[in-house]
Every structure is written in structure tokens, then in C-alpha cells.
């Protein structure tokens, strides 16, 4: 009976595949039994298609990516799934209609002629040999007046190449625009020609529109450093030269002091007799060098700035004209004044004399105006221009002043939720960050989080022996001392620990380690090209990867290069770089590093703080992105990579920052930026990374901010309530919080807070506005009032706390155990940044910090296997030893010489290499 069952079933089922009517027939049961709605069905196609339209017009993402977004809603709707070719190619052809649409809708405003005319710039002229399209995408690198005289004719280049304004249709995708807009400035123009002619005349708009843009921004970059050079030279020069003319004062001052007792000698009675004896001591001519002597040495440093700078007049005179014409300049109702100064100056060009009534005055101050008048009354050109210059200047750095067409001198306010959408995100942003909207609720809270820390500190001020309250000398304050925090002394398990942990190591070639952590991580598949299209090249994994070996070492192609490759190549090389390799590729490869690396039991191990730093490299090309500082970088300039780092040792976010400007500007833009699924909470820094501006926003936001303390005795402490008694911190807690400023300005610190959760603005754009020089507006001081609150909870904490010293001491030395290694894998060219322009030192120094989190993770892996590996060879592993080992060990990678791209057959195969075990290792 059995084997007679199994003929039949076999029998029916290859009858089963040959009857084709059974299988659709068997679906429809299926459908109705289970509940599930066929895919053909018109009301299941037009809301499905329509969902395609939408994220493949809004979006930029693969084909790979919309199959998975369209299979997750026919599951979510209960719809039956398709056969893949179907799928596949329904959502071919609505991405195609979505991006042809796009397209359209970015050219609808042009006609035939206009679209003939911009296309025009992509031919080759024969006086150049280049395209016009080049020539206007070549940027400056000079921050002088003949290189802002060069930047400012980009920019008229620019906008005369074509007879239309590049503004742009509103209502276009802002993702897909500025993805199109990069695609177009990195390709070449005969590619763009190439193109069907909508396409292309649509990518090369948006190119010209973002590079009007990136040009202005150049202008006004060139303008800060010239303006930063004239005035920062001016007062070294002041110094200088009364450093200079220190010996010809004492000698005048030996005059002086002669004909000063001439002057108290009562026997001399007539102003003749006076005039004769002084004579006899010195010469007229003698006189008059020990007044003009002493007439140098006793000028302020701020007349002498007012004279020089006039003198510096012809020098802004080379720019200035053409400046006035092409950067059209606005102003937020606090620049208003500088606004209409900088109208008026552009009113006097071709005019030889003007009267003083004739252009506004008020916001210069009384040293300027005194420079004013000529001697026959008219207006003093120079002075008047060199005052309105340094307003103008000052106005920018605050963005009082801003041009609409730039990326980064733009009106931070305007970026703001509206009022209309920030009543509609009120509740939602005050719940997702445990804010009431009530003022008094809110102080309240921290108010009473403040009292209680006062309260706990003061209880413990006896027992804590690290801490000394030194009175002032009217007694009416105290200073506090701590003790400096002892070295930690590693015990021998940890030195045993760490040493046999680093010969277990397998030995291993960078580029080697990069495809084998690719291979757990899928992180190199995120590097897509730059037309969002799907690359059919070979291997281009290991080019991608030879690619981030020479960015990251800073070597250059030639190392990694071989000819014989087809994936190695230079040409293939250069291609992968300039389409694949760019800050966003780099910045969902590292969120795949960061994500996996998290969830190693090794990791979890390292818990703490997370911390900001920045690592500094000198610029040794001409760059109008880098700045001076000889502290760092000697005669040159340079520029920062600031560099976020969690408790696990991987970097989840980098910024590059010409010079060394103020950190604390840009402390928040990594947290808010950052796309991994690191949420960290505890912030620590150096000390110049803080303002109280920066701690009211980080508690605001929700994070805590711990920065290490240089210097406690300069620190203030705050109190809400005057009248409360703090027992031996009543003489430390002396200044009082304003929380009246808090409750005027609730409503506008919350919108400010939820723009920035929402990311429709950067913290350090609103920073700009909120200070300048150390000058808050009322705005900032609201929220700097938040801030020393904030603060005053982390000093207490700090003073009562040793192992919260110590913990944010071992972060920082964390961090710069990661820059440590940073600096030797960046070790080609003396470890000297070699990039003129932003977007090169941005990608450079984001494929470094990638490189790094590669080693990081797969030092973590394999350390964890060693450690297994002791375990089960009866080594007792301490736990704490466990926390103290580093993810940044070294010596076991190869970072130098030639380099090879293949792993071997083991990591192929999916397995973890050997480790490096020694058959008497552990007898």
C-alpha cells in the first residue's frame, strides 16, 4: 500500500508542474484563504505605483534598495508577492519615468534656445583648449587681493554664462539635487554632452546653480582671511615695534627726566631762561626725535591700528569695486546699519568728494569717527571704507550679514522651523526630549537638580581630601583646589595580558584587513557611484579598497597600483575615486563598521564616555580652506579634524575646520549629524571645547557634557536661590542665575532646539548668531543662563568625583591612543595634508578615519578570539585587565611598502585566520 501511495503522489505532482492553470488557480485559494490581495489588482497597483513615484523622485536610492522598500509594502499591505523579474522590472520603469520627470521639471522653465545656450559652455573653445565649463569649475587657492580679484570674476563667469538666472523651479527634491548637482561638477563635459539632451542640460543647471554658490562662499572665505591677516598683522606689528624702540625710550626718558628738573628748579623764574638751559642739555633737533620717541611709544594700540589701516586703503582698493557689484549682500534686522554703511560706500565709487552728511555714520565708533574729516571738511574715503570693511567683516562672522546665494554664509535664522511648522512639531520635539513647553516647569527641574547637587557635595566637603577651599583674600570668596589624579599603575596581569594577546595576533597587510572586515560588514558596497547608477565594472571591491589605502596612508596610487590588475590601475584608480569615494559613501561605510564593531561582547566591555578632539595637519599647498597658527603648524597653515569617539574606540563622525577656530562651535554638528546607531549621551572634551552657550544646548538636547578642567580656580559657580544654604560651598556658589531671561525667551529656545533636532540647521551656524567674540545676544544669553546651571552641576560633580575625573581622563587618553594611530597610518608625505580644497581634505580625512575604524573593529574581533583562546587553555582573564586592553594595537599590520589585495583561502571561505600560537606558549 505504501509503495503504491508514493507511485501516485509522484505521478500527481509531475502532472502538478505540467498543468499551468492549477498554479494560478492554487494562488487565488491561497489569496482567499489566507487573506492576501492579488498584486495585478488595479486598487493594489495604484497605490503601490504611486508609492514608487514618490521615493524614487524624493530619493536617490538604488534599485537594490527600492525592491527591498517595495517588498516590505506589499507585505505590510497583504498583498501576494510577485515573481523577482516582475518586480524588478515594474520598478525599472517607474524609476526611470520618476527620473525623466525630474529631469523635466528642473528644465520646464527653459526653452529650446536657452537650453542651446547653456549646452554651449561643454564644447571645447580653441583659445583655451578647454571647456568653459572648466575653466569656471577651477577654484582659487589664494587669500590675497589679486586671488579675490580672481574669485569675484569666477563668480561673474558664472552667472554671465548663461543669459537666465540660475535660480532654480521651487518645489525640486533637495536630496536628489544636490546629489545630481555633485554628479555634474565631478564628471567631464564631454560626458555631460553625451547625454540625452534633457538629462544633461538638467544636471549641468543644477551644477552651475551649486557652483554659483561654492563660488561666493570662496569670495567670502578669501575675504575673512584677508581681512584676519590685515588686522591680526597690524597688531603684531604694534608690538613689535615698541619692543623695537624700548632702548631709544630710555634714552629719551634720561632727557626727559633733565629737563623735568629744569622745570621744578625754582630758581629758574622766566620761560626764556627755562628754553636756554634746556638747550644746553639738548639740541632742538635732539628734542624733537625724544617727543616724536616718546609720541610712539605712548600711542594706544587702537590709533595706531586707524593709521596703519588707512595706509592699508589702495591694498582693499584692488577688490573692493568689483566686490560691491557682485556679492549682493542682506541683513537680519540687528545689520541693518552695517547694510545701509555698505550701500553707501558703493554710492561714493567715481565720486572725488563727498560731504560727511552724505553717508551714515552711527556704527562706527568715536576712534573712527574722529578719522573721519578732512582737513576742509569732506569725507575721509579711506578711513570711511576701512571702518565699514571691519563692521562688515565682524557682521559676517555673525551672519548680521549674509548672501542667500552660498552654502555657508547664509542666514542660519531662515533655516529655523517656521512658525507654522514649529506649532505643529511643538509637542512632539518638548516629549522626544523630556521638555515641557512651560518655562517654570523647566526651571524648575533643573533648579532642584542644581539645589541637590549643592546639597550632596556640601555634605562630603570634609571627607574629600583631594579638595581644598582657599579663601580669597577678603574672605568674601573661595577657590577651589583639587589634587592632580595619580597615574594608573597597570598591575602585571594587565601588562602579561596585553603582551601575549599582541603575539597572538595574526600578522596581516591593510589592505588585506579591509576586504576581510568587508566581508563581516558588507561596508564596501556602500561606496555607489556618483550618478546613483549601478556599476557593472570587475572587482570593483579591491579598487575601492586600493583607493582607501592610498587616501588613508597618504601615499598616493603608485604604491597600490598594479598595471597588470585591470582593478588596480591608475585610470581605474582615479575613476573610482573621483565617482565612488565621497564624504557621503564614507559616511554609510562607517555606520556599517560602527553598528558592527557595537555589538562585540569585547566592545560592550569598554563602556564610558564618548568625546570630541581635534587632530591637526599642516596644509603645505596653497589653500584658502586652511588658516595660520604657528603653535601647530610653524610658518604655515592648516587645518582640524575634529573627530567624535565612542566608548567602544570607533569614530562615529568627523568635521574638517580650517586653522583651529574655536572647537565649541562645532562640538554639537557631530551628535546631531552623525548617522549611526551610537546614541551616546555623555559627552566629554578638552577645555576649550565649551562655552555656557554649549552646555545650555546640551542639556537642552539631552546629552550630558563633561569636559576636563584645566584650571577650576577660574571657574564660576551658579545658584538659583540666594538665599539657600550650601554650608562650606556658600562662599564658592556666589553669582546668581538669571531665570527671568529663561522665561522671556522659552519659546524661541525651543524652536531653536527643535530646528537642530529636526536638522534643518547646524549648532554651529546658530552659535554664530548667538555669540560673537564671547558677546552673547540676548537670545544666547537666555541660553547660557541653561548653560551655567548645566555647568555648575557638572563642576560640582567634578570637584566631589574622583572616578568621574578619572573616567574622563581615560576617554581623552582613548582618543588620543586613536590619534596616535591615525597619525601612523596617515604617514606618507611627512603626514601632511596635500589638498587645496575642502571637498579633497573632507574625503581624505574621511577615509582615514574609515581606515581607522577598520583596524579598530578588526582588532576588536580578534582580540576577543585570543582572549577565548587563553580562556580555554586554563588562563584566568581578569575582567578589569579585559577593560584596560586597546583597540588600537599596531604592530601585527603591515602599513607599508607594496601592497596586496587578496585574503586568504580561509577568510574566503568565511572562517577567522589562525591566530599565532607557539606549541610551548602555555606549558
Known sequence: MLSNYHFLCGRYLNRYTRRSATVYQHHQRIREHYGYQDFHDPRVQAPFQKFLRSRSYLTAEPLTSLFDLATGWLIGERVQLPAVTTMVRLIASIKEEADEKLYQDIVQDLGEVQIHQLRNILHVQESTHSTPYDELRRAPTRDSAGGMVMALNRVKGIRESVPFPLTLPPGLPLRRVKMLANYGLNSKSKYLLRMPTVRGTAILRLSLNQLEKEAVDDCLEIFDQIMAKVLGKLEREYVQDRLKNLPSLDQASQTMKKILALLLDESITSLEDLKLAAFKIASKERLTEVLEAVTLLTQTQEDRKLEDIQRRYSYVRHFLPLMMTTIPFQATSSGKKVLEAWQALGRLEGRKKVDLREVPTDLLDRQWKSKLKNEDGTLNRAAYTLGVLEHLWESLSKREIFVETSVRYTDPTAKLLSPADWEKQRIEVCQS????????????????????????????????????????????????????????????????????????????????????????????????????????????????????????????????????????????????????????????????????????????????????????????????????????????????????????????????????????????????????????????????????????????????????????????????????????????????????????????????????????????????????????????????????????????????????????????????????????????????????????????????????????????????????????????????????????????????????????EVVKQGLLRPLMIEEDDFE
Open 433 to 904: 526630549l523630556n521638555l515641557s513647553p512651560d518655562a517654570d516647569t523647566f526651571i524648575s527641574g533643573i533648579s532642584e537638580d542644581l539645589h541637590l547637587h549643592y546639597l550632596f557635595v556640601a555634605g562630603r566637603v570634609k571627607k574629600n581630601a583631594s579638595l581644598v577651599l582657599q579663601d580669597s583674600e577678603d574672605q568674601k570668596s573661595v577657590r577651589p583646589h583639587l589634587e592632580k589624579l595619580d597615574a594608573f599603575i597597570e598591575p602585571d596581569s594587565l601588562k602579561w595580558l596585553r603582551a601575549e594577546v599582541k603575539k597572538l595576533l595574526p600578522k596581516v597587510d591593510l589592505p588585506e584587513l579591509l576586504l576581510e572586515v568587508h566581508s563581516w560588514t558588507g561596508f564596501l558596497s556602500m561606496f555607489t557611484h556618483i550618478s546613483e547608477g549601478n556599476s557593472r565594472v570587475t572587482d570593483l571591491l579591491i579598487s575601492i579598497c586600493a583607493v582607501l589605502t592610498s587616501e588613508a596612508c597618504n601615499i598616493g596610487f603608485e604604491p597600490v597600483s598594479h598595471q597588470s590588475h585591470p582593478a588596480l590601475t591608475k585610470d581605474r584608480l582615479s575613476w573610482v575615486n573621483q565617482n565612488y569615494v565621497r564624504v557621503e559613501t564614507i559616511s554609510e561605510a562607517n555606520a556599517r563598521l560602527v553598528n558592527f564593531q557595537k555589538d562585540i561582547p569585547l566592545a560592550q566591555e569598554w563602556g564610558g564616555l564618548a568625546s570630541v578632539d581635534g587632530l591637526r595637519f599642516k596644509v603645505p599647498v596653497r589653500s584658502i580652506h586652511a588658516r595660520a597658527n604657528p603653535k601647530y603648524f610653524g610658518h604655515g597653515s592648516g587645518v582640524t579634524w575634529l573627530n567624535y569617539v565612542s566608548d567602544y574606540g570607533t569614530g562615529f563622525h568627523g568635521i574638517v575646520i580650517p586653522g583651529t577656530m574655536r572647537d565649541s562651535l562645532f562640538v554639537l554638528d557631530g551628535l546631531l549629524e552623525q548617522n549611526t546607531e551610537l546614541q551616546p549621551k555623555r559627552i566629554t572634551s578638552d577645555t576649550h571645547g565649551y562655552s555656557d552657550i554649549v552646555f545650555g544646548l546640551y542639556r537642552l538636547l539631552g546629552y550630558q557634557f563633561s569636559p576636563r578642567l584645566a584650571d577650576l580656580t577660574d571657574q564660576r559657580f551658579w545658584r538659583v536661590d540666594r538665599e539657600a544654604d550650601y554650608g562650606a560651598l556658600n562662599k564658592l556658589a556666589r553669582h546668581k542665575v538669571n531665570t527671568e531671561l529663561i522665561r522671556e525667551h522659552w519659546d524661541e529656545i525651543l524652536r531653536v532646539v527643535g530646528s537642530l533636532t529636526s536638522r534643518t540647521v547646524k549648532a554651529s551656524e546658530i552659535l554664530r548668531v548667538l555669540q560673537r567674540k564671547g558677546k552673547p545676544n540676548k537670545l544666547g544669553r537666555a541660553i547660557g543662563e541653561i548653560g551655567r546651571m548645566a555647568k555648575s552641576i557638572h563642576l560640582l560633580q567634578y570637584l566631589d568625583d574622583e572616578s568621574y575625573r578619572r573616567e574622563i581622563r581615560e576617554q581623552l587618553n582613548l582618543h588620543e591612543s586613536r590619534h596616535a594611530l591615525a597619525r601612523e597610518v596617515f604617514h606618507g608625505k611627512r603626514g601632511e595634508l596635500r589638498q587645496a580644497y575642502k571637498a579633497g581634505q573632507e574625503d581624505q580625512l574621511g577615509a582615514l578615519g574609515l581606515v581607522v575604524n577598520a583596524i579598530c573593529l578588526w582588532n576588536t574581533k580578534y582580540t576577543g578570539v585570543a582572549l577565548k583562546h587563553l580562556e580555554e587553555q586554563g588562563v584566568t582573564v581578569l575582567k578589569e585587565d579585559v577593560e584596560r586592553l586597546s583597540p588600537f594595537m599596531r604592530e601585527h599590520i603591515n602599513l607599508l611598502g607594496r601592497y596586496h589585495f587578496e585574503v586568504p
